[in-house]
C-alpha cells in the first residue's frame, strides 16, 4: 500500500542553522508532494508543493527537493529561527486529489 | 490567499449527544471536501471524501452511520457525530482545494475542531 514516511519524530537545532527534514515514500509515484506546517492546536498550514518533474523548490528561507530515484523528498529552512518551531508534514497524492500524510517531523529551534 | 473556515473550534458534550462541524471554503469553491481526524502527537488520518450533491466515501474502518457527511452546496460541509462517546473525543479538521482552479493546487485547512465528550 502507499506509504509515507518522515524518518525523524523530532529534530531539534540552534538559532541560525539549517535544518533539513527528511520525507520518504514506498510503494507508488506521487505526482507531486506537498509540505505544510501545524502548530499545535491549530490545522496545518499550506508550505510549497513540489511537482514529480522538478527537482528544487524554493520560498524565501524554504527549499524542497524532490529526488524520484531515491524516492525522497528533502525540506530544508535556512537561518532557522525560534519561529519556525512547529510540527512540519509531508503529504503526497494519493488519487482522487486526497493527500496522505507522513506522521509529521517536531522541529525545536534553540535560540 | 484560499481560507477554509471551521466551526466550531471546541466541543465539550455529553456523551449520546450529536454534534455537528461545519466546513467552508471562503474564496473558492470546492466539490471535494475532506474529513481528517487526528490524535495527540499523531498525523492526520483521513475520514472521508465530501461530495457535493452526492454521497460522502468514506475511508475504511470509517462508521459513515457514526460520522454523517452533508455537503450541500460548493462551498459548505458538514460532518455529525452523531450520539458522540468518549472514544470520539478528537481534534477533527476540514480541508479543501479550489476545485475551479489549475490542477495541483494545495489542498487548504480549516483551524480544527477538538471535540471533547464527557
Known amino acids: 500500500s502507499q506509504k509515507i514516511e518522515q524518518n525523524s519524530e523530532a529534530l531539534n537545532i540552534q538559532e541560525g542553522k539549517t535544518a533539513t527534514l527528511t520525507c520518504n515514500y514506498t510503494?507508488?509515484?506521487?505526482?507531486?508532494l506537498q509540505w505544510y506546517r501545524q502548530d499545535p492546536g491549530r490545522g496545518p498550514v499550506f508550505l510549497l508543493l513540489i511537482r514529480e518533474n522538478e527537482k528544487e523548490k524554493r520560498k524565501e528561507r524554504l527549499k524542497v527537493t524532490f529526488d524520484t530515484t531515491l524516492k525522497q523528498s528533502l525540506f530544508h529552512i535556512t537561518a532557522s529561527q525560534p519561529a519556525d518551531s512547529a510540527t512540519y508534514l509531508c503529504?503526497?497524492?494519493?488519487?482522487?486529489?486526497?493527500?496522505?500524510f507522513g506522521a509529521g517531523t517536531r522541529l525545536a529551534v534553540h535560540p | 490567499g484560499a481560507v477554509v473556515s471551521q466551526h466550531p473550534s471546541r466541543v465539550i458534550c455529553k456523551s449520546g449527544t450529536s454534534v455537528k462541524i461545519e466546513c467552508r471554503s471562503l474564496?473558492?469553491?470546492?466539490?471535494?471536501m475532506f474529513w481528517y481526524r487526528q490524535f495527540p502527537k499523531q498525523s492526520l488520518m483521513l475520514m472521508a471524501t465530501?461530495?457535493?450533491?452526492?454521497?460522502?466515501?468514506?475511508e475504511q474502518g470509517v462508521e459513515k452511520d457514526k460520522f454523517l457527511i452533508n455537503h450541500a452546496s460548493l462551498t459548505l460541509s458538514t460532518l455529525t457525530v452523531t450520539s458522540a462517546h468518549p472514544e470520539d473525543s478528537s481534534f477533527y479538521i476540514c480541508s479543501a482545494r479550489d476545485s475551479f482552479g489549475p490542477s495541483n493546487q494545495p489542498q487548504h485547512f480549516g483551524d480544527g475542531t477538538r471535540l471533547s465528550i464527557l
Open positions: 474564496d473558492f469553491q470546492a466539490t471535494t
Open positions: 503529504a503526497s497524492s494519493g488519487g482522487y486529489n486526497k493527500l496522505i
Open positions: 510503494n507508488y509515484s506521487p505526482a507531486y
Open positions: 465530501s461530495n457535493e450533491g452526492s454521497k460522502a466515501t468514506y
